[in-house]
């Protein structure tokens, strides 16, 4: 009879390995803290070569309003497809970039846990794909 992964690995070691390694990286997750700095006077790109020039949201916006007008008038205008799509991707590029993740203040024990949790119950789950058979 195959085990998990069509292996002769063990059914057990997989369920293990499964609870242990969703339960550590849920503690992981649940640890970092997520905070962003995006607002429309917020600096999404600057140029620290030409004197600390910086394009915030809101210069952003400029672009993609004049793109939209265009679109409107004309929906076949290329000018305005490429004005509309390049500033919601600088701007959606603007957001990922100012987002900031840290982790929460934990004592010694808490990351101890979590990482045991998580690369144990990785190996676990893995050697359980593997073949138990001896040659």
Do not use: E, H, Q
């Amino acid at each position: 009879m195959n085990g998990a992964g069509g292996s002769s690995g063990g059914v057990g070691n997989f369920f293990i390995g499964l609870i242990m390694m969703c339960g550590g990286f849920y503690m992981l997750l649940n640890a970092i803290t997520v905070t962003s700095s995006f607002g429309f006077g917020s600096r999404l790109y600057s140029f620290n070569n030409f004197g600390g020039i910086g394009i915030t949201s809101g210069m952003v916006m400029i672009p993609f309003i004049f793109g939209i007008g265009l679109i409107f008038y004309n929906a076949r205008n290329i000018l305005g497809w490429i004005l509309s799509i390049g500033s919601l991707t600088a701007l959606i590029f603007g957001v990922i970039a100012s987002v900031r993740f840290s982790m929460r203040t934990m004592t010694s024990f808490d990351l101890i846990v979590i990482l045991v949790l998580s690369v144990g119950g990785l190996g676990l789950f893995l050697r359980s794909l593997k073949s138990n058979k001896v040659d």
